[in-house]
């Protein structure tokens, strides 16, 4: 609900757009329960009081790094502080402790490395910037302060990058609490092995993603009472069974076009070929992932399976 006492003449407010969805302008005059805007554009809009958003006008160029810190915590009000942010960089906002991620859509390794990890282990919530690993800091230690299991929830709409967003976490916790490995593997690359096997029987480019995953899972890590990671286990629920007969106009499931890149011995033993030549995977016409080598992600898949046994 707008906050309508503070809607008067001169002010600064929001109302919606059919292209924009939300613009900006001033309010130049108040008739009852209608309103007269002059927005940005030069256009007026006229709108009911109950339409009308009070506008944020003391907030950074930047935005803010936890929109609680916002006058006015509205529709509007927290897409602007994301798109500000995002146009800086700035991918992680918080709303108190829940952290929101807008997905980049490109790759960005420095703000992942060890050395990012290294700065949030230990550090109190809220003193860094906004991040994925802060989330994963805080679970560590309430565990360890309390003695008792702590949960993450990672929710989003397809494409949101849910995927990678709980591999980062994944690879966070791992770093707290890995340990020596076997086989000159170190804990975090035995724990994360499993993803590629994951991906490739649960996962599928879609016209949103390119590596949507089709299923839910519920990751468990397991810590000694020394905290370090003693175990984990994956659970898979509400894989998208349909797909497999189904898939038009999206891609099946990598698995099958891994097997379709496989080397000529594998391909051959298997009596495997061009995926255009079968009928589950060529009632889309769609065959390969954008920067995505099937050949390469095949290899990836069977030395994981190996490992994972």
């Not at 829940?98 to 997905?103: C, E, Q, Y």
């Not at 690879?171 to 490995?181: I, V």
């Not at 035995?190 to 016209?207: C, D, H, M, R």
């Amino acid at each position: 609900m707008a906050a309508e006492d503070s809607i008067i003449v001169g002010s600064h407010v929001w109302v919606e757009d059919p292209v924009l969805s939300w613009v900006n302008g001033v309010v130049s005059q108040i008739n009852g329960q209608e309103v007269l805007v002059n927005i940005t554009n030069r256009k007026t809009v006229v709108t009911n009081i109950s339409k009308v958003f009070p506008e944020y006008t003391e907030a950074p160029p930047g935005g803010v790094d936890d929109m609680t810190e916002l006058s006015y915590l509205h529709e509007p009000g927290v897409l602007q502080n994301l798109a500000s942010r995002y146009e800086h960089n700035e991918i992680y906002t918080y709303t108190g402790n829940i952290l929101i991620a807008v997905n980049p859509f490109q790759r960005l390794p420095h703000l992942y490395d060890t050395h990012m990890m290294e700065q949030y282990k230990g550090a109190s919530f809220g003193e860094l910037s906004p991040h994925v690993f802060a989330i994963g800091d805080v679970a560590y230690r309430a565990m360890i302060n309390e003695g008792k299991s702590n949960s993450i929830l990672v929710s989003g709409e397809s494409g949101a990058g849910k995927t990678e967003t709980t591999k980062m976490l994944m690879r966070y916790l791992a770093y707290l609490g890995g340990r020596s490995g076997v086989e000159g593997m170190t804990v975090e690359q035995q724990f994360l092995v499993s993803n590629p096997v994951l991906e490739a029987f649960g996962n599928a480019k879609t016209v949103r993603n390119n590596n949507s995953s089709r299923f839910g899972k519920f990751v468990e890590i397991q810590f000694d009472k020394n905290v370090r990671i003693s175990g984990a286990a994956i659970r898979t629920y509400l894989l998208e069974r349909s797909r497999v007969c189904i898939s038009n106009p999206e891609r099946n499931y990598h698995c099958f076009y891994l097997l379709c890149a496989s080397p000529p011995e594998d391909n051959e033993r298997y009596k495997l070929g061009n995926p255009k030549s079968f009928h589950y995977l060529n009632q889309s016409s769609c065959y390969e992932v954008d920067g995505v080598n099937d050949a390469h992600e095949y290899l990836a898949t069977r030395r994981a399976m190996d490992i994972v046994g």
